[in-house]
Nanobody, 123 residues
Framework: QVQLVESGGGLVQAGGSLRLSCEFS????????MGWFRQAPGKEREFVAA????????GYVDSVKGRFTISRDNVKNTVVLQMDSLKPEDTAVYYC????????????????WGQGTQVTVSS
């Protein structure tokens, strides 16, 4: 069974940066496309970013392009979301996702999920 554990959320002022990390265990990490989703209060969960099995392909929702960067380390079995130039509208719970079905943009939101980490951006 895949387990995903996120870390790195917190409170930051607008314009600041945060680095989210997701640790993967239980299966072969390189067999999964990995992604990040987020859910703001009163809204549906939305796709944020994805990376393919070897890090060679990435994809982002338009609202974070140029500000967020997703990457993975297949030795450490981790995926990282570097978030820069944060805006108040980025406030949400961020979820790590592992998809055995391969890379698509956006990821369809299937597979395995972490417990989520809160990101709050103050204005």
């Amino acid at each position: 069974q895949v387990q995903l554990v996120e870390s790195g959320g917190g409170l930051v002022q607008a314009g600041g940066s945060l680095r989210l990390s997701c640790e993967f265990s239980g299966r072969t990490f390189s067999s999964y496309a990995m992604g990040w989703f987020r859910q703001a209060p009163g809204k549906e969960r939305e796709f944020v970013a994805a990376v393919n099995w070897n890090g060679g392909r990435t994809g982002y929702v338009d609202s974070v392009k140029g500000r967020f960067t997703i990457s993975r380390d297949n030795v450490k079995n981790t995926v990282v979301l570097q978030m820069d130039s944060l805006k108040p509208e980025d406030t949400a719970v961020y979820y790590c996702n592992a998809d055995r079905g391969g890379f698509t943009e956006p990821l369809p939101g299937r597979g395995y999920w972490g417990q989520g980490t809160q990101v709050t951006v103050s204005s």
